[in-house]
């Protein structure tokens, strides 16, 4: 299993950033994938996940209506739209996949997250 993110870079608040993340190695179709991010400092925080079908998406909080996770299963991709960037929006960006196939609940815990890409920084300028 190998995911590998990528898109972060600098970019001045109020713009804009798209993540992606390809898998390899593994039926990823069947598995629900997230977003997390880790601020200098800070312990690493969910920031979106999506079911296995794409139907179904949950995002923290601090992103909702800025941020959009959706999926290609025909690429192996999952991708994060990053819009109205804030300073706090800082970080560096880790995808992961459920640790569970086909499971019904998108979860929110990276405890239930069984693989996990390199991560792709993320700098926002005030």
């Known amino acids: 299993v190998q995911l590998q993110a990528s898109g972060g870079g600098l970019v001045q608040a109020g713009g804009s950033l798209r993540l992606s993340c390809a898998a390899s190695?593994?039926?990823?179709?069947?598995?629900?994938m997230g977003w997390f991010r880790q601020a200098p400092g800070k312990e690493r925080e969910f920031v979106a996940a999506?079911?296995?079908?794409?139907?179904?998406?949950y995002y923290a909080d601090s992103v909702k209506g800025r941020f959009t996770i959706s999926r290609d299963n025909a690429k192996k991709m999952v991708y994060l739209q990053m819009n109205s960037l804030k300073p706090d929006d800082t970080a560096v960006y880790y995808c992961?996949?459920?640790?569970?196939?086909?499971?019904?609940?998108?979860?929110?815990?990276?405890?239930?997250?069984?693989?996990w890409g390199q991560g792709t920084l993320v700098t926002v300028s005030s």
């Open positions: 992961a996949a459920d640790a569970r196939e086909f499971r019904r609940v998108v979860v929110t815990n990276e405890a239930d997250f069984g693989s």
């Open positions: 190695g593994w039926a990823f179709s069947t598995y629900n």
């Open positions: 999506i079911s296995w079908s794409g139907g179904s998406t």
